[in-house]
Antibody, heavy 121, light 110 residues
């Protein structure tokens, strides 16, 4: 069974950056797209972007273009999401999620446990 | 501002049926598969439905999905206390080239 284990909670200052990791185990890593999804307190799910490790191709939501960098290390089966120029509105739980099939539209079957990022001065 | 619109909340008595709508457009729901997710408080979302109407292993057949045109619907029959959660639709938007989630619907029992 596929497991996604994310790095621990972070507290950051406004203007700084945060990098969250997502280590996969129990299945193929490279062939399946991985998304990053965030959820601000009391709010809905927001897709930030994703990567298909075998191709190294990424898509980012317009809201985050220029601030988010999504990468993947096939040798360690780990995906990363780095968000820069943090502001208080970036306080949220950040999830990684792996798709079920061969595209993002096939649905996200496997989810990490979430990483809480708090941005506060 | 999500491109997929859901009702904020729906409610029903235990044992009854609820339906949740997800309204999109010709660049997302009409041409791409729709998924549905359940999120219990304090937990990660869980995939309930994929490819419009398929259930992953372990999801009971009380949950069903359908799609017509630019809208999709999640149905839950025999509502149980454990079904009280937030539900989100999701799909790819081929115009924006992003994955989009619905606005979310809170299901509560009467």
């Amino acid at each position: 069974q596929v497991q996604l284990v994310q790095s621990g909670a972070e507290v950051k200052k406004p203007g700084s950056s945060v990098k969250v990791s997502c280590k996969a185990s129990g299945g193929s890593f490279s062939s399946y797209a991985i998304s990053w999804v965030r959820q601000a307190p009391g709010q809905g799910l927001e897709w930030m972007g994703g990567i298909i490790p075998i191709f190294g191709t990424t898509n980012e939501a317009q809201n985050f273009q220029g601030r988010v960098t999504i990468t993947a290390d096939e040798s360690t089966s780990t995906a990363y999401m780095e968000l820069s120029s943090l502001r208080s509105e970036d306080t949220a739980v950040y999830y990684c999620a792996r798709v079920k099939g061969d595209s993002f539209s096939s649905g996200h079957l496997f989810w990490g446990q979430g990483t809480r990022v708090t941005v506060s001065s | 501002q999500s491109v997929l619109t859901q009702p904020p909340s729906v409610s029903a008595a235990p044992g009854q049926k609820v339906t949740i709508s997800c309204s999109g457009s010709s660049s997302n729901i009409r041409i791409n598969y729709v998924s549905w997710y359940q999120q219990l408080p304090g937990t990660a979302p869980k995939l309930l439905i994929y490819d419009n109407n398929k259930r992953p292993s372990g999801i009971p057949d009380r949950f069903s999905g359908s799609k017509s045109g630019t809208s999709a619907t999640l149905g839950i029959t025999g509502l149980q206390t454990g079904d009280e959660a937030d539900y989100y639709c999701g799909t790819w938007d081929s115009s924006l080239n992003v994955y989009v989630f619905g606005t979310g619907t809170k299901v509560t029992g009467l």
